[in-house]
């Protein structure tokens, strides 16, 4: 432990000057507001990002399956978990990972649900497809040619239908939402 030096001017003469009154520019010591730090007691970067809720508690739910594993005793899983509440950023995360595997990928990752632009596109796609194999359907019936059946068109709009359904605009996952460094 080094000593800081004493930067402090030697005591002068007997008499002090008087105190001079505050300015109304710099406002009282007591007004001043607390400076924010994180776990390690240093003011955080300012490009540094701060963790949610979602991502300290999919740190503690991997530091709790690691604790059930034996991969990492009980007192040093509750040191990490109180770690990982008590970050303020994502930055202060990565560690408490360190030394644990990865979990196993999905194998299809997770999808989320149909943003509503989607759906609204999704329901007029299958109106008009519906609309089309009724005309088809009924083209069949009271048209002139006596075999007809429109099995192929209708294999292809269900078939389009479907591809447009499974590529459609989704909301994210909760998986997409972790950053990688924390998966």
């Known amino acids: 432990m080094t000593a800081i030096p004493d930067t402090r001017p030697a005591p002068g003469p007997a008499t002090a000057p008087a105190p001079a009154a505050p300015s109304p520019v710099t406002p009282p010591p007591a007004a001043t507001a607390p400076t924010a730090t994180t776990a390690g007691g240093l003011p955080p970067r300012s490009d540094a990002v701060l963790a949610s809720d979602a991502e300290r508690e999919h740190v503690t739910a991997r530091l709790r399956t690691a604790a059930a594993e034996g991969r990492l005793t009980l007192a040093e899983s509750d040191e990490r978990q109180a770690a990982a509440y008590a970050a303020r950023t994502r930055d202060e995360l990565v560690p408490l990972l360190a030394g644990l595997p990865r979990p196993p990928r999905p194998r299809r990752p997770r999808r989320g649900p149909l943003t509503p632009r989607a759906q609204r596109n999704l329901r007029i796609h ?4 519906v609309a089309v194999l009724l005309l088809l359907v ?6 002139p040619a006596p075999l007809f059946v429109p099995i192929g ?31």
Request: charged residues 25%; glycine residues 10%.
């Open 126 to 129: 299958a109106g008009v497809t």
């Open 153 to 183: 068109p209708a294999f292809w709009l269900g078939l389009i239908l479907f591809v447009h359904s499974r590529r459609a605009e989704r909301e994210a996952s909760p998986d997409e939402e972790l950053p990688e460094e924390l998966r």
């Open 138 to 143: 009924l083209g069949a019936v009271l048209g």
